[in-house]
């Protein structure tokens, strides 16, 4: 099966960086895009990142424009969330998605991973 998994995840400073990669594995195709998602306490998971695999397409919410950087390693499956001037806002269980063919299955799907607690305090 396909599998997707985080890593990197911590605790920084406000100001500080901080950066998540994440890889699928198994039994895949093809990648269409891979991306982030964030959820907070008490509140709704929502889109951070995301970026086409075949020509690097990238996508930001308002609210990491300028902060976050998305970028990925076709031949490693992996994708990369670079987090500079991370805010107290910023701390949030970070999901990573991937929508993949898998092997003998024509159509995509989204996978999830885990996700990784990313933590700002002083």
């Known amino acids: 099966q396909v599998q997707v998994v985080e890593f990197g995840g911590g605790l920084v400073q406000p100001g500080g960086s901080l950066r998540l990669s994440c890889a699928a594995s198994?039994?895949?195709?093809?990648?269409?895009?891979m991306g982030w998602y964030r959820q907070a306490p008490g509140k709704e998971r929502e889109f951070v990142t995301a970026?086409?695999?075949?020509?690097?397409?990238?996508y930001y919410a308002d609210s990491v424009k300028g902060r976050f950087t998305i970028s990925r390693d076709n031949a490693k499956n992996t994708v990369y969330l670079q987090m500079n001037s991370l805010k107290p806002e910023d701390p949030a269980v970070y999901s990573c998605?991937?929508?993949?063919?898998?092997?003998?299955?024509?159509?995509?799907?989204?996978?999830w991973g885990k996700g990784t607690l990313v933590t700002v305090s002083s």
């Open positions: 998605r991937a929508e993949i063919y898998a092997i003998g299955i024509t159509a995509f799907k989204g996978y």
């Open positions: 198994g039994s895949i195709f093809s990648i269409n895009c």
């Open positions: 970026i086409t695999w075949s020509g690097g397409n990238t």
